[in-house]
Nanobody, 123 residues
Framework: QVQLVESGGGLVQAGGSLRLSCAASGGTFSSYRMGWFRQAPGKEREFVAVISWSGGSTRYADSVKGRFTISRDNAKNTVYLQMNSLKPEDTAVYYC????????????????WGQGTQVTVSS
């Protein structure tokens, strides 16, 4: 079983930055498609970003393009989400996700979820 553990969440002022980390164990991380989702109060969980197994391809939700950057370090079995120019609307629980079986779009093929980490952006 693959386990994903997020860290790096917290409280930050609007315009500030945070970097989330997701450490994976129990599988072949380097072959997984990894990404992030978030869920704000009263809203459905939404896709944020995804990165290919090699890190050579990324995709972002329109709401975070130009502000967030996803990256991975396969040697450390870790994926990151660098969040800059944070806005109050970015406030949410952020979840790390792994697609072990690479088929179709990332959003439709999530096999494992992290426990989530809270990000709160104050105005």
């Amino acid at each position: 079983q693959v386990q994903l553990v997020e860290s790096g969440g917290g409280l930050v002022q609007a315009g500030g930055s945070l970097r989330l980390s997701c450490a994976a164990s129990g599988g072949t991380f380097s072959s997984y498609r990894m990404g992030w989702f978030r869920q704000a109060p009263g809203k459905e969980r939404e896709f944020v970003a995804v990165i290919s197994w090699s890190g050579g391809s990324t995709r972002y939700a329109d709401s975070v393009k130009g502000r967030f950057t996803i990256s991975r370090d396969n040697a450390k079995n870790t994926v990151y989400l660098q969040m800059n120019s944070l806005k109050p609307e970015d406030t949410a629980v952020y979840y790390c996700a792994a697609d072990v079986t690479i088929w179709g779009t990332f959003e439709r093929g999530i096999d494992y979820w992290g426990q989530g980490t809270q990000v709160t952006v104050s105005s």
